[in-house]
């Protein structure tokens, strides 16, 4: 099988790309594992920044809905224990990392840029969160850290009531930290990274630390209760109805 993750160095920048274009780098298990591997690599970490990007046509347009349905309780503990992680793994870097977004970051594409600490957006971009539509919720730490990013009415804006969010927009709110044009995104942020990795490397990583410290809260707290309530939420009709009409399609 063909690998869905590329890790290179360009100067003192490790980047990450998503290789699952053909299903616009929708997140299954196997790519959540590839990911988690990466992290623990040494051209990765001991690399100054870390950017994630993926294709032109979708950073990631969320999970892979074959794989989340029928699971019961057990299996999205176990899950969760697992793979499951990966957004959590990412946002636990030490050293600071960018989202180079392209077309479509959606779902558990949208979570995982969320957990690293700059996004640049080309101005195609496209954003959302669909989750509640399918009867579930984000559930990889987007609920927890938009409330956190956003406060609890934009939050609530984003998760409820918007389909999708154009880059303009999600700039305008505070979601993205830069729009460029079409195709410049991953070139932008490389150009940030190799800004802060002229950075004294201690300072920029404790100073990381030190925000990430007094954003946090009870964020163990919040991710229990957004795990918790996806696997109540993913066993309702509503959830396999909604699932099985998206899939049709």
């Not at 160095?9 to 196997?30: F, G």
């Amino acid at each position: 099988m063909p690998e869905l993750l590329e890790l290179r160095r360009e100067q003192r920048t490790c980047i990450v790309t998503l290789r699952r274009e053909h299903k616009l780098n929708a997140i299954s298990s196997e790519l959540e594992r590839e990911l988690c591997a990466a992290l623990d690599r040494n051209e990765l970490r001991e690399a100054a920044c870390v950017v994630l990007t993926g294709g032109a046509r979708a950073f990631s347009a969320g999970a892979d809905l074959n794989e989340m349905r029928g699971l019961d309780p057990a299996a999205i503990v176990s899950y969760y224990e697992g793979t499951g992680d990966f957004a959590e793994r990412v946002a636990g870097l030490p050293q600071p990392t960018f989202s180079a977004i392209s077309g479509y970051c959606l779902g558990g594409g949208l979570e995982l840029a969320l957990a690293t600490d700059f996004r640049i957006a080309d101005e195609h971009a496209v954003f959302g969160l669909p989750e509640v539509g399918l009867g579930i919720l984000p559930s990889s730490g987007g609920t927890h850290r938009l409330v956190q990013m956003l406060g609890p009415a934009r939050a609530k804006e984003l998760i409820l009531l918007r389909d999708r969010v154009s880059a303009p927009e999600a700039h305008h709110m505070g979601l993205v930290t830069e729009v460029v044009g079409e195709g410049e995104a991953l070139s932008r942020a490389l150009i940030h990274a190799e800004r802060l990795a002229a950075l004294p490397q201690l300072a920029a990583r404790v100073t990381k630390r030190v925000i990430d410290s007094m954003s946090e809260g009870a964020r163990s707290a919040g991710l229990e209760l957004e795990r918790l309530a996806y696997g109540l939420l993913a066993q309702t009709p509503d959830a396999e109805e909604a699932t099985e009409r998206r899939l049709s399609k």
